[in-house]
């Protein structure tokens, strides 16, 4: 009788991509903060670099509001998503696999788009549900997003 393992937690590989150790990390933020690095990767291709502007926006230190990234951000996952609608898979594996095959996906889906456009446009057809309901929402004009909601910035 074999033991079930799960293995979407195991360490990568030593020779692993780097993008994909990214990916990892992308998956883990919320939908907002994937939406704004997609709205900010249209303007800076990096996706280290974004995720850092992002955090910026968040403790409203960047010079812009992290409620713009994210309409900027929505608007272009409204209008790419239909081009990266996906087969649904009952059982992905690992992250990292299902990472692979959906950053290949996205690649060649918008041959065109840049490292960072990829990356987060790949963690939010991988988060489709959460990040759907975020675009489809109405993004509200005054920055409501905060690190700790029940403390006020400043």
């Known amino acids: 009788m074999s033991e079930y393992v799960d293995s979407r937690f195991a360490l990568p590989e030593v020779d692993a991509p780097a993008g994909t150790e990214v990916g990892v990390i992308l998956l883990g933020l919320e939908a907002d903060r994937l939406l704004a690095g997609l709205g900010l990767a249209r303007l800076a291709d990096d ?6 502007a ?5 403790h409203g230190v960047a ?8 309409a900027g951000g929505a608007e272009h996952w409204r209008s790419l998503r239909r081009t990266l609608e996906f087969p649904a898979r009952p059982n992905p594996g690992s992250h990292r696999q299902e990472w ?11 041959p065109d788009a840049g490292p960072a456009t990829i990356a987060y446009l790949t ?8 990040v759907d309901e975020l675009a489809d ?18």
């Open 47 to 52: 996706p280290a670099l974004v995720t850092q």
């Open 54 to 58: 992002v955090d910026q926006a968040r």
């Open 63 to 70: 010079g812009f509001t992290l409620s713009g990234l994210v």
């Open 100 to 110: 692979a095959r959906a950053a290949g996906r996205v690649a060649a889906a918008l």
């Open 123 to 130: 963690a939010c057809a991988l988060r489709r549900g959460d």
């Open 137 to 154: 929402a109405p993004i509200e004009t005054e920055d409501p997003f905060d690190v700790l909601p029940e403390v006020p910035a400043g």
